[in-house]
């Protein structure tokens, strides 16, 4: 038995995961410091959670392009809220603001590639109606 796993919906799913961590956290746990927790600013969680969400991204969003659709669109999308994910975490004071762009860019850069890979597979000889 083959397990297909759906990279766009492991994308979204990191990058709420990241927007909870940074704007969840810190309102619904401050007490977490207290228990010598800190993974509030924590700086290789935080970079971790950047990486592995390039790392989805990237491929599932390449392994589309080139295998189904060949649209820049969901590149794009990715590509401008990964650079404001990266971005709040040099300019602290714009932190949640640069957090919500991000998801927000990121998870539709996943999304229309999902619409455009099935689609693609829709109109696929090879589909299965």
């Known amino acids: 038995m083959k397990i297909k796993l759906n990279w766009d919906g492991v994308g979204i799913l990191t990058s709420v995961i990241c927007a ?4 969840l956290l810190p309102i619904v746990l401050p007490v977490l410091p207290l228990f010598g ?3 509030v600013h924590n700086l290789f969680f935080e970079w971790g959670m950047i990486v592995l969400a390039f790392l989805v991204g990237l491929y599932s969003l390449l392994h589309s392009f080139y295998k189904h659709h060949r649209s820049f669109t969901p590149l794009s999308f990715f590509s401008v809220g990964f650079i404001f994910l990266v971005a709040k975490q040099f300019f602290q004071e714009y932190e949640y603001f640069l957090l919500v762009l991000a998801v927000f860019l990121i998870i539709t850069g996943h ?3 999902y619409k455009y890979s099935y689609r693609h597979k829709c109109d696929s000889p090879h589909h299965k109606h």
Do not use: M
């Open 37 to 39: 927790v800190n993974i």
């Open 111 to 113: 999304y229309i590639n």
């Open 20 to 23: 909870i961590h940074c704007g």
